[in-house]
């Protein structure tokens, strides 16, 4: 069974312009998928959809569950959602109390939700901010954190917009190992296609709301032709070497 | 630092306050709320002109800042906005009440001026005693507090969004000053022609990242209450320490402090 599944899926901010058309692709479970398109190609639409914050004709599945009102909250148990920017995901005065406020409203004891907490910090070394104000931290600590308050809900997938967006060299790289580390479903949308290539096994390629390209990441991150075609470029690992898989 | 950046600074130090670690920050955050309510209500209950029977009432935040660790100096620099309103409160009184009461000395002190100051004692003790509850609660526990008191969901979480919500907007305020000022050299403030588009685009900011925080504790199981409602119950201490401060505050009321201090010198 997949653990995401898009199946004919239409959706439209206003009537009569619609920003995804038709939209079908699964990803299964433990596959590490990059979504990847030009700004404006319904990247962030894919991910609101899929734990349910907005509503679309045809049908989004997560772990065979409809994504639905009525579903939501069993569909953002199993789903993580990593939002871009850090400062809108934590809204707790400190790190551990944004980490435990999921796994609480699902019903853990505090003990039990700060034990789980502490866990993803120490996997994560992020122990050093368990006690820190989030408006205090670098913004790298503060995306790092923003995952830790996602993985301390143990979801089965994650998916994440822009993990790596305005971050410095080390954190990125702190960031991509962190993911690779991870063995969680994970749907990544991100421009930074070098990220994509060292996380992900498979790409998702979104154009205008249409799926334009689906298969291996070594593939398609290395078709100058076919990322051209869509506003895109070759990730700088591949820039000035093959462009072509044929080459 | 911009005077919105300094706003941020302040909020947090009252969340620093907060998780601080004293006896009368372990107290329950009802208990703590109750007997707030009650001292505040004995502060007013005080005479127009009994002024010698409110000021011995102080007695007992001086009590609570040394318990609580909390310095009173913060106390009235957070208290600076609201000290004007509250002292300006009875300043009207010493032109409309001028029957003379007492003389200190041989100058002749009116009933406008000795409710005046009964006034704004009074407004002072009071802000003293909601910002040590402030100080030692913290705005989460003060909602889980309102919530064993069986205030309704909504509006507890109605406050703490509020709360939330005001550092949103200070944020925003603080980038889109920051912002106009680049433009801007020279200008002290925002110049009044650009107030109206200012205001409307910090509401619009604002509500798309309110927006956007919704949904981030949507996806993370929010569903109209925050997990603390079930917090703990309020244990033996708290019901003593309850009890004793009630006593005090009773005593301070009711037997004239003044009156029996001066009697043992008279």
Known sequence: MSMIEF????????????????????????????????????????????????????RVRVDGISVGKDTAAEVRKKVGFVLQDPDSQMFMPTVLEDMIFGPMNYGLTKDEAVAKADRILA????????????HRISGG?????????????????????????????????????MIRSRSETKLIASHDLDMILDTCSRVILISGGVLAADGPAERILRDRALLE??????????????????? | MNRMDQALLELSEMDDLASMDSPLHRRHPAVKLLVTVFYIAAVVSFGKYDLP??????????????????????????????LPLVLAVGVFNPFFDRTVFIRIGGIPVTGGVLSMLTLMAKGVLSLMAAFIMMASTGIDSLCAGLRSLHVPKT????????????SVMTKELSVMTDAYHLRAPGQKGIHVSAWGSFLGQLLLRSMDRAGELYS???????????YYAGGRRAGVRDVLFAACFAAAVLVLRFVHVGELVGGIFV
């Not at chain 2, 509006?155 to 005001?166: D, F, G, K, N, P």
Request: proline letters at 6%.
């Open chain 1, 123 to 134: 996997e994560m070394g992020l122990s050093d901010l368990r006690n820190r104000h989030n």
């Open chain 2, 155 to 166: 509006a507890v979480s109605l406050l703490l969004l509020t709360w939330r919500y005001i």
């Open chain 2, 53 to 82: 029977g409110v000021l011995p009432m102080a007695l007992i935040p001086a009590i609570l800042f040394a318990a609580g660790g909390i310095p009173v100096s913060t106390c009235f620099k957070k208290m600076r906005f609201a």
């Open chain 1, 7 to 58: 199946q004919n899926v239409t959706f439209s901010y206003e009537a009569g312009k619609p920003v995804l058309k038709d939209l079908t692709f699964a990803v299964e479970k433990g596959e590490s998928v990059g979504l990847i398109g030009a700004n404006g190609a319904g990247k962030s639409t894919i991910m609101k959809l899929i734990p349910g914050l907005l509503d679309s004709m045809g």
């Open chain 1, 141 to 177: 600590e503060k995306k790092m954190a923003a995952i830790a308050t996602i993985l301390a809900m143990e979801p089965e997938a994650v998916i994440m917009d822009e993990p790596t967006a305005s971050l410095d060299p080390y954190n990125r790289r702190t960031v991509i190992n």
């Open chain 2, 216 to 226: 981030a504790m949507r996806l993370r199981g929010f569903r109209g209450e925050f």
């Open chain 1, 229 to 247: 075609a869509n506003r895109m470029e070759l990730p700088l690992s591949y820039a000035g070497r093959a462009s072509d898989p044929d080459r």
